[in-house]
């Protein structure tokens, strides 16, 4: 049964520039997994695996600064344990 999917924005303040990053975050095969569009509307999926996000299968990792990505997959984290707090992992 596929899992709930829960939808809002990531506020991330960036180098003092805040970005407003619309998501769709839900679990696959029990593991988080997180869609994000960028500022041209390009879809990006994430999955973490073993405590770690990465890209979702097939797609290409965005060419973003590390240090953003960093901040970006922190803001997954938080968010995901607000939407899903009974999530216990694999």
């Known amino acids: ?8 924005e990531l506020v991330i303040d960036y180098l003092g520039d805040i970005k407003t990053i619309p998501y769709e975050m839900y679990i ?3 593991s988080p997994c997180v869609m ?7 879809k990006h999926r994430f999955i973490q695996s073993m405590g770690v996000w990465t890209v979702y299968f097939e797609d290409v990792m965005p060419k973003w ?3 953003f ?3 970006l997959f922190t803001s997954f984290d938080l968010q995901f344990s ?3 707090p009974d999530y216990r992992g694999s």
């Open 1 to 8: 049964m596929p899992s709930e999917r829960k939808y809002g």
């Open 28 to 30: 696959a095969g029990n």
């Open 36 to 42: 994000v569009k960028d500022k041209n509307g390009e």
């Open 65 to 67: 600064r590390q240090d």
């Open 69 to 71: 990505k960093q901040l």
């Open 82 to 84: 607000i939407n899903f």
